[in-house]
């Protein structure tokens, strides 16, 4: 697999029928290793390892409603009240990060109502912190160490 701007970590991964697969440590099973499945796996390390995120409060693969529609959010996590606090969407590396993508992750929180959006193709991360009150977001450089899991609800 392809060397992304993350740190690197180990994976368990193993092969069945010419097919590789990956662990995923949050769902406790083996997943199809794709590029997209690489840059979440990756990514939920960089959460949990350099971040200091809770791997009790993030939850993969989140099926969502849209319009009547199921849709699935990549990586989702939770304050720990409960309630939904940041949403990552991954893309694999050599898509690129558009607007198409960001308006992918807005319709994703039009029912969630997250603090935090991120969106990563493992090369390129964009961190948006979101302003309910004023309608409005503003992008960050790096998303905070464990930002207000503690202290702040989601509403």
């Known amino acids: 697999m392809k060397q992304l701007n993350l740190p690197t970590y180990?994976?368990?991964?193993?092969?069945?029928?010419?097919?590789e697969f990956i662990f995923d440590n949050i769902r406790k099973r083996f997943v199809s290793l794709t590029p997209e499945e690489w840059v979440r796996q990756n990514f939920i390390q960089y959460l949990i390892k350099e971040k200091k995120y809770s791997a009790?409060?993030?939850?993969?693969?989140?099926?969502l409603k849209y319009n009547l529609q199921d849709k699935r959010g990549d990586i989702l996590i939770y304050n720990k009240?409960?309630?939904?606090?940041?949403?990552?969407?991954?893309?694999?590396?050599?898509?690129?990060?558009?607007?198409?993508?960001?308006?992918?992750?807005?319709?994703?929180?039009?029912?969630?109502?997250?603090?935090?959006?991120?969106?990563?193709?493992?090369?390129?991360?964009?961190?948006c912190e979101m302003d309910y009150?004023?309608?409005?977001?503003?992008?960050?450089?790096?998303?905070?160490?464990?930002?207000?899991?503690?202290q702040r609800a989601v509403f």
């Open 10 to 19: 180990s994976f368990k991964i193993k092969t069945e029928n010419n097919k």
């Open 56 to 63: 009790s409060l993030i939850a993969v693969e989140v099926q």
């Open 81 to 127: 009240l409960g309630k939904p606090f940041v949403i990552v969407e991954c893309k694999a590396p050599e898509i690129k990060i558009t607007e198409k993508v960001f308006e992918q992750i807005a319709r994703y929180n039009m029912n969630l109502k997250v603090e935090y959006l991120i969106v990563t193709n493992g090369l390129q991360h964009y961190y």
């Open 133 to 150: 009150k004023n309608n409005s977001y503003k992008f960050l450089e790096e998303i905070p160490k464990n930002i207000g899991l503690s």
